[in-house]
C-alpha cells in the first residue's frame, strides 16, 4: 500500500468517525424531543460530550493523516473502517441509552489509539467495539 493510499485509508476512517458523531447527534436529539425526553439530562450531556469527543478525534486523524499513514497501521485500516461502519449504523438504531454511551465510549478509545499513532493499542477498543456490536445484533 503505498503512502497516499494509507493516507486516504486514514481520512476515510476519520470520514466514518464524523459520520458516526453525526448519527449519534441525530439519534441524541430524537430521544430528547421526546415527551418526556427518552434521555436524563446528565445522560444527554454526556453523549453530547462523546460526540463532540468523537468530532475532535475526526478533525485530529484529518490533521495528521500524513503522520499516521506512517505509524505502522498497515492493513488494518480495512477493519477499522467496517467495524466503525458498522457501529454508526447501530448508533442510529440503539434503543438503550447504556448501550449507547458504551459504544461511542468504544469509538473515542479506537480514535485516541489511531490519533496518537499507537497501532498497539487499537486491539483493544477494536474488539470491545465487534464484541459490543455482536451482542447488540449487528452483524
Do not use: C
Amino acid at each position: 500500500m503505498t503512502t497516499n493510499s494509507t493516507q486516504k485509508d486514514i481520512e476515510a476512517l476519520a470520514d466514518s468517525l464524523s459520520a458516526s458523531a453525526d448519527a449519534l447527534h441525530t439519534r441524541l436529539m430524537s430521544a430528547l424531543r421526546q415527551k418526556p425526553p427518552a434521555v436524563a439530562q446528565p445522560v444527554a450531556q454526556t453523549l453530547f460530550e462523546n460526540e463532540v469527543a468523537l468530532r475532535q478525534r475526526a478533525n485530529g486523524l484529518y490533521l495528521e493523516a500524513a503522520v499516521l499513514a506512517a505509524s505502522g497501521l498497515g492493513g488494518a485500516q480495512k477493519q477499522l473502517l467496517d467495524v466503525t461502519a458498522r457501529a454508526q449504523d447501530k448508533i442510529r438504531k440503539i434503543e438503550h441509552v447504556k448501550d449507547l454511551i458504551q459504544l461511542t465510549g468504544e469509538l473515542l478509545s479506537l480514535a485516541a489509539a489511531i490519533a496518537a499513532g499507537k497501532p498497539d493499542r487499537l486491539a483493544e477498543p477494536y474488539e470491545n467495539i465487534k464484541h459490543h456490536l455482536e451482542a447488540m445484533g449487528a452483524k
